[in-house]
């Protein structure tokens, strides 16, 4: 399979506080050498496992985006052993606009995983994530809402999987989410 079109500006293996982006070029009538630049923060600190944070999967939930962004603010090297990486609006184009889709191609992001490399702007980001960011990934948070039709009370969810033994370790962080 082809390369991602997306590339960080930041290092991902550089220990520190780092905010960039995650650059996916996309050509449109008003910008020839366009891109999507979707932010991103990375904060390491030595070895240790990773934790991905993720929010704007759908781009009018803004609980995560909001938290995320504090987050990403305030986090510093010093408060971890390892890394995490923030990312808070990951489908950037449709929290621009606060819709859940994307204004771009109407993808709904959660809906679009695995994703293609040479797909749509959605799936380009979701191929970005499937490939790319979830292999680094111990532990992987995603943060959804009701957004604007929905009503969420406050939980946390994990899948059922096929593997017993990562379940067991999704069912324990699931509980340590402390939710009502
Ligand atoms: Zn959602």
Known sequence: MRASPITPTVDFDADGEQHGFLKLPYSRDDSAWGAVMIPVAVVKRGEGPTVLLTGGNHGDEYEGPVALSKLAGELRAHDVRGRVIIIP???YPAF????????????NLNRSFPGRPDGTVTEKIADYFQRYLLPLADYVLDIH?????????????????DDK?????????????CAP
Request: charged letters at 15%; glycine letters at 8%; hydrophobic letters at 45%.
């Open 165 to 177: 033994a990562q379940q067991a370790r999704c069912e324990a962080a699931m509980r340590a989410f």
């Open 89 to 91: 609006f990951m489908n």
């Open 145 to 161: 809402a009701g957004g604007r039709t929905l009503d969420f009370v406050p939980f946390a969810a994990i899948h059922v999987l």
């Open 96 to 107: 621009q606009t606060g819709t859940r889709t994307s204004p771009i191609d109407a993808g």
